[in-house]
C-alpha cells in the first residue's frame, strides 16, 4: 500500500477522545496540557488507528457514486453480497517510541505480516491475517508501530 | 501521575467502569473519529438483516480505547511504551464495561523504570472482551 499523509490535528484529537468518554484535558486543553508531563496535547493511545481517515481508498468508507453495502432502499446497497459476518478485528498491538501530538505530520505505511487458519465452535473456519504499519514523525523518525490481526469468519460469530 | 515503581508490587490492580449503557450513539461517534463507517457498527437494518447479529456491536476499536481511557488515568501521561490487546467477545449496545490492569512485572531496561501489566475488560455478565498487555514507564 502507498504511504498515507497523517496530519494530526488538535480538533481530531480532542473528537477522539470524546468518542471513548476521556475527558482527560491533555486531550483537549493546550494551556492544562502544557503544564504536565507530556508539555503539551497529545493523542490517546488508539488514536493512530485513526489514519484511516488519510487513506484515500479505504474500504469502511462510503464513496460519493459508488455503491455501498450498508443499508439504504434496500437493507445492502450491494447485490449478492454473501451473508457472511465478513471481517473482525482480532487483535492490535502498539508500540510507543514517542506519543504523538498536535503538528505532527505522520508518514503511514502498512505491510502484510503473517497469516493463519484455525477452526472455532463459534464461526466455523477462521483465516487470521496481520499487517504492519509504522508510522514516522516528520524528522524520518520512527514514532509509532502497530500490528494489527484481522480475522475472517466462515459464519456470523454465534453467541452465548 | 505517574506510578511510582518503588510502591508497586506485583499483584497490584486498579480497575474503572470505562462506560455505563453504553449507547449507538457513542458507538456512531467513534465511527466518526477513527473513520471506520463499518455497518456492523452502525447499521442496526444491514447488521441483523445481511450480515446475522443480533444487533449492531462496538468497534474492537472503541473498547481498546476505553481500556486506555483506564490505563492511561493509571500510568500517567505519555507514559506507554506498549500496549496490545486481543478482542475476545463482542461488545454490545447497552453494555457496560469494567476495564482493570494488575501489575505483571516491575524492572529496569537501561536505567529506565518499566511497569508490565496484564489487562482485562469485562461486561456487566462478568464476560471478558478484551486482555491485553502494556507496559508504561514509572518513576
Redo the contacts between chains.
Sequence with gaps: MAKITFPVEAS?IM??A?????T?P?YHDAEAAKK???GGI?A???FA??V??F?PD?F???KPGQP????GKT??GVEG?A????G?????????HR?IGPGDVLSVETKPGASCEKESKRAGKLMFRESITEYRDQNGNLVITA?SVGVTTE???S?G | M?LNASALKVGDTHSER??ENLSRT?IV??A?????????H??E??TT??????SVFA????T???T??M???YV????????????TN?VWPGDTLDATATVAAIREEGGVKLVDLTLSTVNQDGKEVMTGNATARAD
Design positions: 481530531h473528537m477522539f470524546r468518542s471513548i468518554g476521556d482527560n491533555v504536565t508531563e507530556a497529545i490517546p493511545p488508539s488507528q485513526s484511516a481517515q487513506n479505504y469502511l468508507r462510503p455501498w453495502f450498508g443499508s437493507a445492502s453480497k451473508s457472511s459476518s465478513g473482525l478485528h482480532a487483535e492490535q498491538h502498539f508500540e510507543f506519543h500490528r459464519r456470523p460469530v453467541q | 505517574a470505562v462506560v457513542q461517534q467513534y466518526g473519529t477513527s473513520g471506520d463507517y463499518n455497518p456492523l452502525t447499521d437494518v444491514y438483516q445481511v450480515a446475522g447479529y443480533p468497534h474492537g476499536m472503541l481498546m480505547g476505553l486506555g481511557k490505563l492511561t488515568n500517567g501521561d505519555g507514559r506507554l511504551t506498549k500496549f496490545g490487546v486481543r478482542f463482542q
